[in-house]
T-cell receptor, first 110, second 114 residues
Framework: LAKTTQPISMDSYEGQEVNITCSHNNIATNDYITWYQQFPSQGPRFIIQGYKTKVTNEVASLFIPADRKSSTLSLPRVSLSDTAVYYCLVVYSSASKIIFGSGTRLSIRP | EAQVTQNPRYLITVTGKKLTVTCSQNMNHEYMSWYRQDPGLGLRQIYYSMNVEVTDKGDVPEGYKVSRKEKRNFPLILESPSPNQTSLYFC?????????????FGQGTRLTVV
């Protein structure tokens, strides 16, 4: 059964590094993992995507271990404006499905 | 400006009264999809379309219909809405689709069925 699991909420402080983990099972070697950010009253917005090892862009990094049963979104030096809900999206090509996690509400404090 | 546009943004309707939520994209994307978002459940895929005249069911298609007669438009149709379809709906588009690339989302349509 395809399932994508994330922590419900996390708290951190400005300037800290935040790591949000997504657990997923039965994904194929080339199945992508994507992270989105959502602010209230807006649609989700793309952050980063990858399918193996490590991917980095100007706002985040994505770590995917060899067993591919989880992935971690890393946000360096967060600010108050990073307060949002973060979703991982996992492709389950064996089941012809894509499944969003239920979202992690990240709260950043001064 | 590249965007996905949904209309209306807010809608209150009564049980059984047919309604359509429109979605349009200006990026010439092949792929479009509809999601519903409910508290604690994240986003669940309703239907998707890989190209014109090609549509497929997502995880929660019951009670919904879609059509893809033109590349830019992908309307969501509720033939006989029920209160359990009260939700926040998002349309999205991308070049390749089904999680393989960046998806662009609309602003959402908040539907209440009474």
């Amino acid at each position: 059964l395809a399932k994508t699991t994330q922590p419900i909420s996390m708290d951190s402080y400005e300037g800290q590094e935040v790591n949000i983990t997504c657990s997923h099972n039965n994904i194929a070697t080339n199945d992508y993992i994507t992270w989105y950010q959502q602010f209230p009253s807006q649609g989700p917005r793309f952050i980063i995507q990858g399918y193996k090892t490590k991917v980095t862009n100007e706002v985040a990094s994505l770590f995917i271990p060899a067993d591919r049963k989880s992935s971690t979104l890393s946000l360096p030096r967060v600010s108050l404006s990073d307060t949002a809900v973060y979703y991982c999206l996992v492709v389950y090509s064996s089941a012809s499905k894509i499944i969003f996690g239920s979202g992690t509400r990240l709260s950043i404090r001064p | 400006e590249a965007q996905v546009t949904q209309n209306p943004r807010y809608l209150i309707t009564v049980t059984g009264k047919k309604l359509t939520v429109t979605c349009s994209q200006n990026m010439n994307h092949e792929y479009m999809s509809w999601y519903r978002q409910d508290p604690g459940l994240g986003l669940r895929q309703i239907y998707y379309s890989m190209n014109v005249e090609v549509t497929d069911k997502g995880d929660v298609p019951e009670g919904y219909k879609v059509s893809r007669k033109e590349k830019r438009n992908f309307p969501l149709i509720l033939e006989s809405p029920s209160p359990n379809q009260t939700s926040l709906y998002f349309c999205a588009s991308s070049l390749e689709g089904q999680g393989r690339d960046e998806a662009f989302f609309g602003q959402g349509t908040r539907l209440t069925v009474v």
